[in-house]
């Protein structure tokens, strides 16, 4: 499996390489760069319940542990775990139409969402480049849904000025990602 | 999140939303995956020469792994699978 070389991909190699040599952290850091990834393949690219989600999850990280070995291009991380999830999704399925006929199938606008999951990973890349005040700002609010309030009481931070920062951290996401090589990416439009 | 000056960023704003964290259980399940892998090396050994563990795994993977003094950790129990599967 080729791919195309980007930041991301060399950033994939390393930690493949890592994890290839044994490196305890390596496999810790992997799972946590993907799960979001995996997750959001099984709930909003397959619209699994939460329990399928769940098995899919496991399932697909067990098979990448002991795949991983015979990967065969260490920068096709991503695209490899994105097929892995969308084949064992989709193996969820078949599962549950033999037992409840009238359900299940592979969602029309599948490709779609999983395009879009691309870019957002990208986009969480670019995240991680950012201060750690931006990088949590940024994700509590976004990402994880919290109001004004959790933020301004978990970051001891006046309510009035969260606004302000989310601002000008989304200016700065926005040129990192510029700087990540993603200005050619449809992120703006 | 009506009061963020967007100056532009709405796209990025978007994508950022599009992948909230999946449960904390879930990522550390997952992360347990190489001391599950050790945990589990014998009995896979075992049960790839000995027909009835197999049998027995095969019929009622928690149960069997309980017997084997093997927490039927989800991560155990998805790499366990995949290898009787096989």
Redesign the interface.
Known sequence: MAVHQTAESALDAKLVARCRAGDASAWNELVERYSRYVYAICVQGFRLSEHDAEDVFQDVFAKAYEQLPKLRDDHALRPWLAQLTRRTCIDSLRAGRREQPAEGGEPEDLDETLGLLDEALTVRDALAELDEPCREILDRFFARDESYRTIGEALELPQGTIASRISRCLVKLRAALEDFGAADRPVNG | ?S???????E???E?????????HG??A???E??FA?ASLDDLLVRAREDSELRARLLADLEAALAEEGIPAT??V???A??HLEH
């Open positions: 999140m009061n963020v000056a967007w100056d532009g960023t796209r990025i704003a994508l950022l939303a599009a992948l909230p964290p999946a449960p879930w990522v399940a997952a992360q995956l190489p892998r989800p991560a129990i998805s790499l699978r995949i």
